[in-house]
């Protein structure tokens, strides 16, 4: 996969999803927090300005903690979530807030038996191949399965699935591969 489509999570992130789910889970929240974590997370990957804010320490601690106020305000995030950014600003860790929302993302997923698949492809899919694909992977994983789809032309054709660990790689570069490796063993 492209580094960008993955993000690191700290430990320190991790935790703070933990301790975000279950309060979260604990007053009912669950799905508005995430909501409101999933909109924060896509403004941040939209906005160099909100990027530059969270990642820089030429901000203070203070400007930081100002303006995730205001844009949690500006937005109708919920109380928790908004308190949630602040503490991680208070706190210096603004730079793992979007580790958090991918730790948060996971357990969230887990909480509600749901699970994850990636596929890739050299062109992008039709709607009709997507849902069919969905149906296949529900049918063989027994739940729900959220697919996300990249496209890849080096892959030329054919698709590569991921299914957490799980890799199957039924793409022509692939085959390509295994026969230069059999040509030179021969």
């Known amino acids: 996969m492209p580094a960008s489509s993955v993000t690191q999570t700290s430990e320190a ?12 889970q604990e007053k009912g929240a669950l799905a508005a927090v995430y909501k409101d974590f999933k909109a924060f997370a896509e403004s941040v990957k939209t ?3 909100l990027t530059k804010l969270l990642d820089s320490p030429a901000f203070s601690r203070e400007t930081k903690v100002g303006a995730l106020a205001a844009l949690a305000k500006k937005a109708g995030y919920s109380p928790i979530f908004s308190k949630f950014v602040g503490v991680m600003a208070t706190n210096g860790r603004s730079k793992d807030i979007l580790g958090a929302e991918a730790a948060f993302d996971q357990l969230y997923a887990k ?8 596929v890739r492809t050299a062109r992008p899919m039709s709607d009709a191949e997507r849902k069919r694909i969905e149906g296949m992977l529900a049918k063989i994983a027994g739940g729900e399965i959220e697919l996300s789809s990249e496209v890849e032309p080096s892959l030329i054709g054919g ?12 793409s022509v570069a692939a085959k390509l591969d295994k026969m230069n490796t059999a040509m030179k063993g021969a």
């Not at 038996?113 to 990636?118: D, L, Q």
């Not at 698709?159 to 039924?170: C, E, H």
């Open 13 to 24: 992130a991790q935790r703070y999803a933990r301790a975000l789910f279950e309060l979260a």
């Open 47 to 49: 906005s160099k300005d």
């Open 159 to 170: 698709i590569q699935l991921r299914i957490g660990s799980t890799l199957v790689d039924a």
């Open 111 to 118: 909480q509600r038996g749901v699970k994850r698949a990636v």
